[in-house]
C-alpha cells in the first residue's frame, strides 16, 4: 500500500516548482527600482521616518511619498520593524506573500470544485499560475501586487463562496467588499475588479438569481462605499489620498506614457499566457486524436477569463502601461485555464497512478536536495545590479548611517542608485551642486564625473577599488 496517492506527489513537486521558480532568485542582490523603491519607503516608517499616512522616501524626493496608497507600505514596515533590516527581511515578506497565494489559489479551487474529486487538483491552477513570467518576476521585486493580490484573492474566494451557497448570505459579499477596499488602499484602482463579480455570475450562472445578485452586490458595495466614506471623514487619510488620486492618477492618466499602443497590454497577456494556453492546447490535440471531446465546467471558465479580463482590459484607459500591472488579475485566467483540462486531468491520474508514485518519489527527494543546494549557491550572489550595489556597499562602509551626501545629477536619474543607498544605509542623496559644500561626501559616476569637477572643491577622491561610481570626501 503506498503512503502517498498520486495527486498528494504531484502536490508536493509543484510546490518544489514554486520554490524553484522563486526562491534562488529572492535569495540574491539586486532589485528592480519601484521594488526598492517601495522596500526603502517602508524601512523608513519601520524607523519613524515618515507616518503611515505620510510616508516618507528622503528629504530631497518625495518628502511625502503619496505615489500609491500607504497599506503596503505599513504592512511591511512591521515586518522590518519586528525582525530587523536585513535584506531577507524584505524577501521573507515576498516568500510568505506568495505562498499565501498558492494557498489563496487553491481554496479558491476547492470551493469551485467543492462537490467533486476535482477539487484534489488544487496544484492545477498554481501550477498554471507560477508558469507566467511576469507573476515570478513580481515577487523576486518586491512589487505591490505581492499585496494587493493577497486582498484580491480574499474578495474572490468569498464571492465564490457567495455564489456556491444556495441562500443568500450576506456575510461572504461583505467581507468580499472590505477585501476588495483593502486591496484599494494597497495600490489603488488596479485593485478593484473584483467588483465586477457578482454581475459576471448573473450574467452566466442560471442557478445565481436576480435576488441574490442585487443582496450580494449591495452588502458588497455597501461595505466598499462605507470604508472610503470613512477614509474620506478622517481628516489625514483624505488629504493623503486626495493628493495621490489628483497628483499620481490624473497625473498617469493625462501625462505618462510608457508605450504607444493603447492595446499593448492584451499583446502582453496572450504572451504571458502562452505557457498554460499551450498547455490546454496540447490536451486538446490529444483528446481530439483520440476522438474524444473535452468536458468542462464552461460556465466557470467563462467567469473566471471574464473576471481576469476586468482586472486587464481597464488598464488600457492610460498608456501607462507595465505588464506587471495585470499580476493581480492572472489568478483568475490562471484558475478559468485550468478547469478546461481539470476533468481530463483527472480521469487521467487513475490511469498512470502507478507510474506517477514510482517516478515521483524519487523525483521529489532528489529536486528537493537540489534545490537546497542552488538556494544556498545563490545565497549573496547577484541578479542584477552587481557593479552598482558592489560600490554601494563599499560606500556604506565608509559614510556613516544616516547620512546626507551629495550625487551627480545622471545619478539622482538613476531612481535605483539613490533606493539602494536609502534603503540600506539610510543615506539620503542631494542632486544640487550648489549645496555639495554642506556634505561630507559627494558619489560621482566615472563616465561623467568630469563635468563635476568645477564643484569639487574641497573634496578629494577616497582610494578604494571601485566599478561604476567614485566617492569624494571633504577635506
Request: aromatic content about 16%; proline content about 5%.
Amino acid at each position: 500500500m503506498n503512503k502517498f496517492s498520486a495527486n498528494t506527489l504531484i502536490s508536493i513537486f509543484i510546490i518544489i516548482v514554486v520554490n524553484a521558480i522563486v526562491l534562488p532568485r529572492m535569495v540574491m542582490q539586486g532589485c528592480f527600482m519601484d521594488g526598492m523603491l517601495y522596500n526603502a519607503v517602508a524601512h523608513n516608517l519601520s524607523k519613524g521616518l515618515g507616518t503611515f499616512w505620510n510616508p516618507t522616501f528622503n528629504t530631497f524626493v518625495h518628502p511625502n511619498f503619496h505615489e500609491q496608497p500607504p497599506l503596503t507600505f505599513g504592512l511591511q514596515a512591521i515586518f522590518f520593524y519586528l525582525f530587523g533590516d536585513s535584506i531577507y527581511v524584505e524577501r521573507g515578506y515576498d516568500y510568505l506573500f506568495c505562498f499565501i497565494h498558492v494557498v489563496l489559489i487553491g481554496l479558491i479551487w476547492r470551493e469551485i470544485f467543492v462537490h467533486s474529486t476535482i477539487k484534489k487538483l488544487w496544484w492545477l491552477p498554481i501550477l498554471f499560475w507560477i508558469s507566467i513570467p511576469i507573476v515570478s518576476w513580481d515577487f523576486v521585486n518586491n512589487m505591490e501586487e505581492i499585496t494587493m493580490g493577497i486582498f484580491v484573492q480574499l474578495a474572490i474566494l468569498f464571492i465564490v463562496k457567495s455564489i456556491n451557497n444556495k441562500k443568500p448570505l450576506l456575510l461572504y459579499p461583505t467581507l468580499a467588499g472590505l477585501n476588495i477596499a483593502l486591496a484599494w488602499l494597497c495600490k489603488g484602482f488596479p485593485g478593484l475588479f473584483p467588483l465586477a463579480a457578482f454581475f459576471v455570475a448573473f450574467l452566466f450562472f442560471k442557478s445565481y438569481t436576480l435576488k441574490k445578485f442585487v443582496l450580494h452586490y449591495f452588502m458588497m458595495m455597501l461595505m466598499v462605499i462605507l470604508f472610503f466614506t470613512a477614509l474620506y471623514c478622517y481628516p489625514i487619510a483624505h488629504d493623503n489620498l486626495s493628493i495621490y488620486l489628483t497628483q499620481r492618477v490624473l497625473n498617469s492618466i493625462k501625462n505618462v506614457v510608457e508605450t504607444d499602443n493603447r492595446f499593448y497590454m492584451i499583446g502582453r497577456l496572450l504572451s504571458e499566457l502562452l505557457i498554460p494556453i499551450g498547455l490546454v492546447t496540447i490536451i486538446f490535440i490529444i483528446k481530439k486524436t483520440k476522438h474524444q471531446i473535452v468536458s468542462f465546467e464552461k460556465k466557470w471558465t467563462l467567469f473566471f477569463i471574464s473576471l481576469g479580463c476586468c482586472g486587464v482590459l481597464p488598464l488600457m484607459v492610460t498608456l501607462e502601461q507595465r505588464g506587471f500591472y495585470m499580476v493581480t488579475a492572472l489568478p483568475c485566467f490562471a484558475i478559468g485555464l485550468a478547469i478546461i483540462i481539470a476533468s481530463t486531468i483527472n480521469d487521467w491520474i487513475p490511469i498512470f497512478e502507478d507510474k506517477i508514485i514510482a517516478w515521483l518519489k524519487p523525483i521529489n527527494v532528489i529536486s528537493s536536495i537540489a534545490l537546497l543546494a542552488v538556494v544556498f549557491f545563490c545565497i549573496g550572489k547577484y541578479k542584477r545590479d552587481e557593479p552598482s550595489l558592489s560600490d554601494i556597499f563599499a560606500f556604506g562602509k565608509i559614510v556613516p548611517a544616516q547620512s546626507k551626501i551629495g550625487i551627480g545629477a545622471d545619478l539622482l536619474e538613476d531612481w535605483g542608485t539613490g533606493c539602494y543607498l536609502q534603503r540600506y544605509f539610510l543615506i539620503e542623496v542631494d542632486g544640487n551642486t550648489q549645496q555639495w559644500n554642506k556634505y561630507p561626501f559627494v558619489m560621482l559616476n566615472k563616465s561623467s564625473e568630469i563635468n563635476y569637477l568645477p564643484h569639487m572643491n574641497g573634496y578629494t577622491k577616497v582610494n578604494i577599488p571601485t566599478k561604476l561610481f567614485n566617492l569624494y570626501q571633504h577635506k
